[in-house]
């Protein structure tokens, strides 16, 4: 059973999406480093790069040019590989509906108490997300799965991640309680890569995660830096797309939400020389209604989950107009095509208007 | 070009046994490390751990119930760190002592060729066999590239630092037997050659007049570490010396023949090269359904002659349910090359039966051969101790042992459509459907009749008026 869980999914196949598995296997590094153990990380990688024959160094992956980092590594463990990264595996895996022989690895293992941080990046649109270059995974089916999750009470609260192109569509269906979503484009921008590693030929790091990197860098296991921190990891001049966030479904505030809530495995442990009379489950339950707990949240029946599609709360940063010419300037230039039009083809058209 | 095609098979033997529990089973553990150099200039180093349970002992059927056995195959499997990491993890020690420290993904990932394998057999206990009790044998060989080192190094010579990255500490603390073996027997007579630190040397005689010779170093034995801390054997010999290395008997080699994609053919050539013993090979090929092989264009030759098969076992497959498989048996005259061949017509799948990345191609399960080959390599009868493979129990002890060999795996381009298709079918017919058949529709279901413009309100009328009078022409 893990209480922080995480699912990277690197959905992307081809030696050219080198960047995709990079940004997987960072993220991997950087939480692995906070205390998650490999039992309880399901990484999804599409394709092999490590050990791929274009790679002129094998068995490893680099997310910067200066190579300094393995993030491969040694000791690494991917869960789903190849063709099985699919999105039929990947909704199975979220809903814990695998065939009956799947291994403990391959499962998600999470409870009603699960913090789970689910990372995907790959190539994306308005409402999809791209699976190896052969099938797609909607807005809506994510949106349906983590209910499911819910109903099914999987989760305790869920951090979302997207780094793909027009990433914030695949959050704006969500509709389950106590989901934060951080996207790394609005719908009509990309998502751009960082910078190209010329000895390896391929760009090798998105922008948003080599930020998102450079932010949990700093990042140790007793932080107290928040997860309203995570919104402004990558500005806009450093993304070039503007990042956006939904945190209208998260029960708590989340600029008191620990990072190491969800990106590590560190759990608060006090050490008391006293004896503590600890009250009972039943006595905890039957209290007076209106006590804030977050345990038993779900399981009153009087919740009020928020609005399906709040179009007004979900981007942060308005959506940028787009400039458009003077109205005056119109009328006179369609007057002057018309003009132009019945002066070649003969005034004799205008009869019909006058 | 590292050659990473791992065949993935597993080979169980489902007889029922009894449960056996492990309540304080006398459990041994075995480490070995073998370095031999080949003529191309390339190493290969094998690593072999053995975990043997030894206090649970069971009686063995005499024979094997063939229903029982079942046999496995996945033609691509890319091995990388994330194989080694799980396989790492079964040792006792881990890589955290012994020779299990040198398995670093890096270097052993940059070589030319890498395979991993997991054995678990019974196995008769020793010295007598009064019972059997259950073996687990890692396996891991790797080929180092002799040029590249080469060049590095100036001289043909390597150190253990410079293939794997790290000398050795020590030896695994739970292990019974733990040793690094150099195979020096091509290498003794060259001019220049050199062997640091000294260690025991030891001589093999085989049946068939071949000689081994070895360099042990054990690494249990305190005075292996006495004079260094860290063992980093290092050995050096001149360039020019050619090396006169005995190829083995068995050799096999399978590509496809054909061009285009409808038709083509995959050929087996077996070699084998003892100089006046005839071998007998039992050649296994599994292909899938989609391959349609033809059983009648099965040929078999030897130096240009027919050599029929003693037996052949052919089981058709059916579409989408079970593979081809074809079994031969095969008495291979001495000193000489056999050429299987088969061709076979390619089908079309169904579009969605394509793996994503459809124009790579399919790749094609290895052919296993397995031969019982004559006792010329050592140890088949008595070993002494210090033998590097006196801890290896082959499975028939009698006549030979028992040699299986998988060819390379095939990649057999398909005819694969143009999966963009149905969406240019669906835009082409809708638009088609627009223009043709809408244009037609509203002439035939509408009729058409004239209508006076609609009367203009009061002030549009008057405008209309004002420049109709500028005009001349009549006022609405």
């Known amino acids: ?37 490999d039992s309880h990380i399901i990484m999804m990688l599409a394709d092999d790069m490590a050990c791929n024959a274009r790679n002129p160094r094998p068995a490893t992956v680099f997310n910067n040019a200066h190579e300094q980092i393995n993030v491969y590594g040694d000791d690494v463990e991917v869960d789903y590989r190849g063709y099985e990264v699919t999105v039929e595996n990947f909704v199975r895996l979220l809903m814990g509906r695998v065939p009956p022989n799947t291994p403990r690895s391959k499962r998600l293992l999470s409870d009603e108490r699960s913090n789970i941080l689910i990372y995907m990046t790959g190539h994306g649109g308005d409402g999809f997300l791209k699976f190896q270059d052969s099938e797609e995974i909607t807005n809506i089916e994510l949106a349906d799965a983590f209910e499911q999750m819910w109903q099914k009470k999987r989760y305790h609260e869920i951090a979302f991640i997207m780094d793909t192109c027009q990433a914030v569509s695949m959050y704006q269906k969500f509709y389950s309680p106590n989901i934060v979503a951080i ?55 450093d993304c070039i797309s503007t990042p956006g966030q939904r945190t209208d479904l998260f029960s708590r505030d989340l600029s008191t939400v620990l990072i190491t809530e969800f990106f590590g495995s560190v759990r608060k442990v006090e050490l008391v020389t006293r004896v503590v009379s600890v009250p009972s489950l039943r006595d905890l339950l039957t209290t007076v209604p209106g006590k804030k707990d977050d345990i038993n949240e779900g399981v009153t029946l009087s919740n009020v989950f928020a609005d399906q599609l709040p179009v007004a709360q979900m981007v942060q940063k308005g959506k940028q107009k787009e400039w458009h010419p003077p109205d005056g300037f119109i009328l006179a230039f369609w007057a002057l095509v018309l003009l132009v039009f019945f002066k070649t083809y003969g005034m004799k058209h205008l009869t019909f208007i006058f | ?102 398995l670093a993904g890096g270097k052993l990932f940059n070589s030319m060729y890498y395979s991993l394998g997991l054995h678990f057999r019974p196995v008769p206990m020793r010295p007598d066999d009064a019972g059997w009790s259950w073996q687990l044998t890692q396996t891991l060989t790797v080929v180092f590239d002799g040029f590249v080192r080469s060049k590095l190094t100036g001289t043909n010579g390597w150190t253990l630092s410079s293939l794997f990255g790290r000398p050795l500490d020590g030896p695994c603390p739970i292990a019974s037997r733990s040793r690094l073996y150099v195979d020096i027997t091509d290498i003794e007579q060259a001019p220049g050659f050199s062997l640091n630190p000294a260690g025991t040397t030891v001589t093999e005689a085989s049946g068939m007049d071949r000689k081994y010779s070895y360099v042990l170093y054990n690494l249990l034995q305190p005075s ?21 290395s005995q190829r083995p008997w068995l050799h096999v080699e399978r590509f496809l023949t054909g061009v285009g994609l409808h038709h083509g053919g995959i050929s087996s050539l077996l070699h084998n090269r003892h100089p006046n013993r005839s071998l007998t090979v039992h050649h296994q090929d599994t292909l899938p359904w989609f391959l349609r092989v033809y059983s009648h264009t099965l040929t078999v030759t030897t130096a240009g002659k027919a050599n029929p098969p003693s037996y052949v076992g052919y089981r058709p497959a059916r579409d989408r349910e079970r593979p081809h498989q074809l079994e031969l048996l095969l008495t291979l005259p001495p000193a000489t090359i056999t050429r299987v061949d088969i061709q076979f017509e390619r089908a079309l799948l169904t579009w969605t039966e394509y793996p994503p990345d459809a124009n790579h191609g399919v790749h094609i399960c290895a052919a296993v051969v397995t031969a019982v080959l004559p006792d010329s390599d050592p140890c088949t009868g008595l070993c002494s101790e210090n033998s590097p493979v006196s801890f290896y129990r082959p499975l028939v002890r009698d006549t030979g042992h028992l040699s299986r060999l998988y060819t390379q795996t095939l990649l057999v381009s398909l005819p694969t459509p143009d999966f963009s298709m149905p969406y240019n079918v669906v835009c082409l017919t809708c638009t088609v459907v627009a223009i043709g058949f809408g244009s037609f529709h509203n002439i035939l279901t509408r009729s058409f009749r004239t209508r006076d413009p609609a009367q203009a309100s009061g002030i549009v009328r008057h405008l209309a008026n004002l420049i109709r009078r500028w005009r001349g022409v009549p006022l609405l």
């Open chain 1, 1 to 37: 059973m893990c209480q922080y869980c995480l699912i990277q999914v690197c959905t992307s196949r081809f030696w050219f999406n080198y960047r995709h598995v990079a940004n997987v296997l960072s993220v991997y590094r950087s939480v692995k480093r906070l205390g998650i153990p």
């Open chain 1, 183 to 237: 996207a790394s484009s609005q719908v009509g921008e990309d998502s751009l890569s960082h910078h190209v590693d010329s000895s390896i030929g391929v760009y090798v790091i998105d922008r948003f995660t080599y930020y998102l990197l450079e932010f949990l860098e700093k990042i140790h296991p007793a932080s107290q830096n928040t997860m309203d921190e995570l919104f402004r990891v990558c500005p806009k001049r």
């Open chain 2, 1 to 102: 070009m590292v050659k990473s095609s791992l065949v993935l098979v597993l080979s169980l033997l489902l007889t029922p046994f009894p449960d056996v529990t492990c309540r304080n089973t006398d459990e041994v553990f075995q480490e070995q490390l073998l370095l031999k150099p080949l003529p191309s200039g390339d190493l290969v180093a094998s690593f072999r751990f053995d975990i043997e349970w030894h206090g649970q002992t069971f009686e063995q059927r005499t024979e094997t119930d063939e229903s029982y056995l079942r046999y496995a195959s996945l033609p691509r499997e890319i091995v990388c760190t994330e194989n080694l990491t799980p396989w790492k993890k079964l040792l006792p020690c881990d890589s955290k002592a012994g020779l299990a420290t040198l």
């Open chain 2, 224 to 244: 292996t570490f006495a004079q260094v801390k860290r063992l980093n054997p290092s050995v050096n010999w001149d360039a020019d010396w050619d090396m006169q």
